[in-house]
Each structure stands twice: as C-alpha cells, then as structure tokens.
T-cell receptor
Framework: DTGVSQNPRHKITKRGQNVTFRCDPI?????LYWYRQTLGQGPEFLTY????????KSRLLSDRFSAERPKGSFSTLEIQRTEQGDSAMYLC???????????FGPGTRLTVL | SQQGEEDPQALSIQEGENATMNCSYK?????LQWYRQNSGRGLVHLIL?????REKHSGRLRVTLDTSKKSSSLLITASRAADTASYFC????????????FGRGTSLIVHP
C-alpha cells in the first residue's frame, strides 16, 4: 500500500464557490480523520469517521462544511460558499481501529481568492 | 484550547549538534506522539510513547515522558540538514474517542 493519498494537492477557487476534496486512506484502516492547518499552526481537528460513521465533529466544522465516507473507504470533504478564511491546508489521516498511530496524507492546499 | 504546546517555537542549530524540544500538555493522556512536518507537506509519525513509559529511543531520536509534570521532550542527536522541519507533539486525552490534539510545533532549522 502506498499510504494515504489526497486529491487535489492544490485548489484555487473564488470566494463563494464550492470545493470538494478527496482522501483515500490506507486500505485496512477503519478510522479516518480530517484536519485543517493554517500557517504557523498545528493541525486542528475537524471530524473523524469509524468506518462509514461520522463519530465526532469539531466546533470548527461550520454548516458550510460536510464530510462523507459512504462505503467506509475513501472520504470527501466539501466546503460550500467558500470564504477567504477557509484558505488553509486540509489534511487527512487514517489509523487502524486498535492502533494509535495516525498516518497522514500530503494534504490539499486551498486558496480562496 | 490546545492540549499540547511545544517549546521552543523555533530552534536554529548547526549540523552535528543535538536538538531538544519540549511538549507540555494539560490533561491525562494514553500516549504522546511526536510528528515531523517538512515545509508544505503532511505529517510523518516519528515515535509514540505510552503513559506507562518514561523513555523511548528510535534511531537518533530519544523521547522522554514525565506524566507528573505533564511534559515530554524530543532529542535529536547528531542533527543533519535533512532534519530541518517542524516538530509537533500530539496528545490524545485518556478515555473516550481517540482524537489527538496538536500544538503549534517547534520549527527546527539545521544549518549545514
């Protein structure tokens, strides 16, 4: 397995547009996490899935954000009506049900103009 | 608020020197993890130390954990220019779901 992958790697959009990111976790991992990271900060937790169930969401995840993991494999994160404040690196990570280590993807860098 | 905080925020050393960075946290933890992030990239897991362990080694890395002081340190010995990166500690709180929180990181620059 080649690890966690994320697409696209970069996304530039205009304010008000919708964007969708995809994350493909390590195949045998049941847990999938989304984080947001801005310059000079550590990753901030957004949401987490156990298989297809979204078990926890951060207060950071406003109504404009939605995440899915329809078959317990890949996940998508959609941001509607993007704002300039949404500009950040969006990181995906996965881990096994009984493991503690998270494996991160390379991230999707979003720039909202 | 963030559970873990790294110190110092920035560290600049010469190749061959040792680099020490610290992490302090607030609540009880199951384990503490250190990650490295090269500029503009995802995080890479370095080492995990469990709450019942006091010291752990991995190659040139040495991690200590003092649960009484709620602190951990990461020592990189004989640093190389390739160690230039940001280093984060992640501290999942004990009990409940496993959601680690990250500090702001220590930015390490190793000059060749």
């Amino acid at each position: 397995d080649t690890g966690v992958s994320q697409n696209p790697r970069h996304k530039i959009t205009k304010r008000g547009q919708n964007v969708t990111f995809r994350c493909d976790p390590i195949s045998e991992h049941n847990r999938l996490y989304w984080y947001r990271q801005t310059l000079g900060q550590g990753p901030e937790f957004l949401t987490y899935f156990q298989n297809e169930a979204q078990l926890e969401k951060s207060r950071l995840l406003s109504d404009r954000f939605s995440a899915e993991r329809p078959k317990g494999s890949f996940s998508t994160l959609e941001i509607q009506r993007t704002e300039q404040g949404d500009s950040a690196m969006y990181l995906c990570a996965s881990s096994s049900s009984y493991g503690d280590t998270q494996y991160f993807g390379p991230g999707t860098r979003l720039t909202v103009l | 608020s963030q559970q873990g905080e790294e110190d110092p925020q920035a560290l600049s050393i010469q190749e061959g020197e040792n680099a020490t960075m610290n992490c302090s946290y607030k609540t009880s933890i199951n384990n503490l993890q250190w990650y490295r992030q090269n500029s503009g990239r995802g995080l890479v897991h370095l080492i995990l130390i469990r709450s019942n362990e006091r010291e752990k080694h991995s190659g040139r890395l040495r991690v200590t954990l003092d649960t009484s002081k709620k602190s951990s340190s990461l020592l990189i010995t004989a640093s190389r220019a390739a160690d230039t990166a940001s280093y984060f500690c992640a501290t999942p709180p004990s009990g409940g779901s496993y959601i680690p929180t990250f500090g702001r990181g220590t930015s390490l620059i190793v000059h060749p």
